[in-house]
């Protein structure tokens, strides 16, 4: 049985071509980096060369645009403001288990050349020190880099406004060379791993890349008094997908960055760096600056989640970092899903 087709609730297809016979679209040769050949991307090893800096994704995503025929953008290019007719405005949707596109990259309708750059353009966007992290969810996940995952350009790159959108199991992530106004990460971006393939974790959740995450909020949890505790700690858990800005004036469930004492809030700070660690530096700093744009961390609220406590050990699986404009949502019951949207203002609709 591929990971795609485990019995996941959660994982299940969410308006995507995942119904589609694999078989078609897997090629039999090597999966994951080591089918990977560097050597097929004179351009981008040049600039390499001659400047000492990698190629940024964005110019690797104009590279790949260039080299697709009529045929190929035909089916993975699309204007930026294109609307699908079942799934809404393509661009901006976000899912946890999703092909945007029906060709997924180890399929004969990439070259090998197309492949390597796809390479790039994902390593980039990835922090270097995360890639073998992402590697291995999409090894447990989706039997491997390349295997599941599809891509889709929107707009012209080089020619104004345009975005790359990567999905797959447990993946939805983006580059758009600050297209997006007013977006971090280029819109709504989704990361996940079920490491076990069992689809429920065991409390300690050994092995997940992304666990460390939420043992740094738990410190938070661990810091606080009685009566703080109460304040953070919340009954319901909200549906996975409610990632949307609520305009709720500040209402917002768990207890405020702002009744933290300051070594409180530094460990806020601290659980904040960490989940923006996986990605590059400049997805990174855009979190920020959106952050600061709406008040900053004293604008959010954490909730830890106590109806779906793992082991009943009061070690929160499920909890929420959440702002005007800023919603981390990790889900770490029964195996780890995270939604994330950051804006830098609340009117950004969300497309999920």
């Not at 078609?24 to 400047?51: D, H, M, N, Y």
């Not at 909020?217 to 858990?237: F, P």
């Not at 409610?242 to 500040?250: D, I, P």
Request: glycine residues 10%; proline residues 5%.
């Amino acid at each position: 049985m591929s990971h795609t087709d485990k019995n996941c609730p959660d994982c299940k297809s969410s308006g995507s071509y995942l119904g589609m016979d694999r078989r078609q679209f897997i090629r039999v040769s090597g999966t994951g980096a080591a089918a990977l050949t560097i050597g097929s991307l004179p351009r981008l090893l040049v600039a390499e060369k001659s400047t000492g800096i990698p190629p940024s994704p964005e110019s690797a995503v104009k590279d790949l645009y260039e080299s697709l025929s009529e045929q190929q953008r035909s089916q993975i290019c699309f204007d930026w403001d294109y609307v699908d007719p079942e799934r809404g405005l393509l661009r901006t949707r976000i899912g946890n288990n999703w092909k945007i596109t029906p060709h997924v990259l180890n399929s004969d309708f990439f070259t090998d050349e197309q492949r390597d750059i796809v390479r790039v353009v994902y390593e980039g966007i990835v922090h270097s020190e995360w890639h073998d992290k992402f590697d291995q969810q999409l090894k447990d996940d989706a039997d491997g880099y390349g295997q599941s995952q599809s891509i889709a350009i929107f707009g012209e790159p080089g020619d104004g406004k345009f975005e790359f959108v990567m999905t797959g199991r447990h993946m939805t992530m983006r580059c758009d060379g600050n297209s997006s106004n007013h977006l971090a990460f280029g819109g709504p971006i989704f990361y996940g791993h079920d490491p076990g393939g069992v689809f429920y974790e065991e409390k300690e959740h050994k092995g997940n890349v992304f666990w460390e995450q939420a043992v740094e909020a738990n410190q938070v949890y661990e810091m606080l008094d009685g009566r703080q505790r109460k304040l953070a700690e919340v009954a319901n858990s909200p549906q996975e997908k409610e990632v949307g800005f609520q305009n709720t004036g500040g209402k917002r469930p768990g207890i405020s960055v702002s009744d933290l004492s300051s070594d409180q809030h530094e460990q806020v700070q601290k659980t904040l760096q960490t989940l923006i660690a996986p990605y590059r530096q400049s997805d990174q700093d855009e979190v920020i600056q959106c952050l600061q744009a709406q008040g900053g961390l004293e604008q959010c609220n954490l909730a830890f989640y106590t109806d779906a406590d793992i082991g009943e050990d009061r070690v929160w699986d499920n909890w929420r970092l959440e702002g005007p404009a800023f919603v981390w949502y990790f889900r770490g019951s029964p195996h780890v899903h995270v939604w994330v949207n950051v804006a830098d203002n609340a009117s950004v609709p969300l497309n999920s």
